[in-house]
């Protein structure tokens, strides 16, 4: 039964085309081809012909640094139950989309369905970085991962097993802003003396100082995809190469899922001052100790003022998987670039238990020496 424009409406509905970059259908046996992150090129799975992804004649290789200043799109897109239908060009079939998804394929045929990733009111991305990896390197990626987790049940070791992939570009900021910091803090030297028993003791004597620190920082790196997905597990998973880049175009997307940004350019920019500004309080505390030639610090606070302010909006590529474990699912990504692995895993009780007895043991035999 069809449904009425009411129900369209009320569930806010949109018509979406698909680019037909992205469905391409193989010159030799007509099957859909997907990019592959091995050949980095548009490949068919089911009789191996492979061919290039074109270059716009004029465009720029990468993306291009993006005056932060004179940005069009700032703010952010809350797209709440907004969704859009999709009509595959293929088979005919209409599929429905949450509003964030640009890329996926149609689960009817498997044509690859890349939709716009702008509209009146967003931007489109200046650089994709592609993947290096495919499915198959991140299962054994993972199997090694979860192998080298020390509290980990041998049995889950053994056992675990990475549900089916799922290949996504998530949307990301970079900036680049050249900084100029104040900083005040306490800096510190080693001393030693002798109580009035003759023992000898360690303190530290303290002064204050003050100073600067100029620091260019570049593609520092800002999710932009909300609360859809864990960023514990995602900060885990970086770095990625951003540098490593090229201009956007949808055959990268092609065979992928990919989401466009929701965390708008300014608060975004809010959430790069924050990373910045903790990363300045470890340069000032590294230059209060050097320029002193004292042994630590403390007490250090910064003015972070920021300069030549520039941004990318890139898509980044990652590996989505789970596994069980008892009954219980346990979500791991893994660096569509760099291989690197993040997530959760169990922990074995009796582990942890045997580790914490050991370091007693230890702190008790080591004492047992000293007196």
Not at 210 to 236: Q, R, S, Y
Not at 331 to 342: A, D, I, P, T
Request: net charge negative; glycine share 8%.
């Amino acid at each position: 039964m069809g449904r009425d424009a009411s129900y369209e409406e009320a569930m806010s509905l949109n018509k979406t085309k698909t680019m037909t970059e992205t469905d391409r259908k193989c010159p030799q046996c007509g099957g859909t081809m997907d990019f592959d992150p091995i050949m980095n090129k548009m490949h068919c799975p089911y009789c191996d012909f492979a061919e290039d992804i074109p270059k716009e004649q004029g465009t720029p290789g990468k993306a291009q640094e993006l005056d932060f200043n004179t940005a069009e799109f700032t703010g952010n897109f809350d797209w709440g139950t907004q969704q859009k239908t999709v009509t595959c060009k293929s088979c005919g079939a209409t599929t429905v989309y949450d509003a964030l998804e640009v890329a996926n394929e149609c689960p009817y045929c498997g044509s690859n369905q890349v939709m716009e990733v702008a509209d009146v009111k967003t931007m489109a991305p200046g650089g994709v970085v592609p993947f290096k990896i495919d499915a198959k390197t991140a299962g054994a990626k993972f199997t090694s991962w979860i192998k080298g987790k020390l509290f980990c049940p041998n049995e889950a070791k053994r056992s675990a097993r990475a549900e089916e992939f799922t290949g996504i570009y998530l949307p990301y900021w970079t900036f680049d802003t050249d900084t100029h910091s104040t900083y005040t803090g306490e800096y510190g030297y080693t001393r030693k003396k002798k109580d009035k028993d003759g023992n000898e003791e360690t303190y530290t004597e303290w002064h204050r100082g003050t100073g600067e620190v100029d620091h260019f920082f570049d593609d520092e790196l800002v999710c932009a995809c909300g609360d859809n997905h864990d960023k514990k597990i995602l900060e885990m998973i970086e770095p990625f190469d951003t540098e490593d880049n090229v201009t956007y175009r949808p055959e990268y997307l092609a065979g992928f899922a990919a989401e466009r940004y929701s965390v708008g350019l300014k608060d975004a920019w809010s959430k790069a001052v924050e990373k910045i500004k903790e990363k300045v309080v470890s340069l000032a505390e590294s230059n209060i100790i050097s320029k002193n030639h004292a042994n630590t610090s403390r007490n250090v606070s910064v003015n972070v003022q920021h300069s030549n302010i520039t941004y990318k909006y890139l898509l980044l590529p990652i590996w989505i998987s789970s596994f069980t474990y008892k009954g219980k699912v346990y979500q791991f990504m893994v660096n569509g670039q760099s291989g690197k692995v993040g997530g959760k895993s169990p922990v074995s009780v009796w582990k942890v238990l045997l580790a914490i007895l050991i370091v007693l043991l230890i702190i008790i035999i080591i004492a047992s020496f000293s007196s």
